[in-house]
C-alpha cells in the first residue's frame, strides 16, 4: 500500500498541505473511476440500452423530420450516438475486446456520448417548460 503523506518541509503551511492532499487524492480516485468504463455491463444490457436510445433517437428525428423544426433533429442526437456507442461496445464486448474498451479514449468517447445524450435531454426539458416532478 503507498502512503499518500510524505513528510513536507517546514516552512509549508497547513492549508497548503490539505490542498495538495486533496488533490492527490482527487487524482488518485479520479484515475481508479475511469478504469471503470461502459465495459462493466453485461453485453445483454448494452444491447438493451442501445435499442431503447436508438428507439427514442429515432422517434425525436422522425418527428423532428415531421415537423420541419431542426430544433427536434438536435434533441435526436444525442440519444442517437449513445446508441450506436454502446451497440458498438457490445460488439467489441462479444469479440473479446474487454482491454479495448478499458482505453482512456474509448472511456472518454463514452463520456462524451452520455453528456451529449444528457445535455440534449435537459435543453429539451427547459425548451418545453416542463421539470421533473418528484414525489
Avoid at 3 to 27: L, Q
Avoid at 42 to 54: E, I, K, T
Avoid at 58 to 82: I, K, Q, T, W, Y
Wanted: proline share 6%.
Amino acid at each position: 500500500m503507498a502512503t499518500f503523506y510524505k513528510k513536507r518541509a517546514p516552512e509549508a503551511s497547513t492549508p497548503v498541505m490539505i490542498c495538495c492532499c486533496i488533490i492527490g487524492r482527487f487524482k488518485i480516485i479520479s484515475t481508479k473511476l475511469m478504469k471503470k468504463s461502459f465495459a462493466t455491463l453485461p453485453q445483454p444490457a448494452l444491447w438493451v440500452f442501445a435499442a431503447l436510445l436508438g428507439l427514442s433517437g429515432s422517434m425525436d428525428l422522425a418527428a423532428g423530420m415531421e415537423r420541419g423544426r431542426p430544433v427536434e433533429l438536435f434533441f435526436a442526437v444525442g440519444p442517437l450516438l449513445m446508441a450506436v456507442f454502446l451497440a458498438w461496445c457490445a460488439l467489441q464486448r462479444r469479440a473479446g475486446r474487454d482491454a479495448l474498451l478499458a482505453s482512456p479514449p474509448v472511456t472518454l468517447a463514452g463520456y462524451v456520448c452520455f453528456g451529449l445524450f444528457v445535455g440534449g435531454f435537459v435543453v429539451k426539458l427547459v425548451m418545453r417548460g416542463t421539470t421533473l416532478a418528484v414525489g
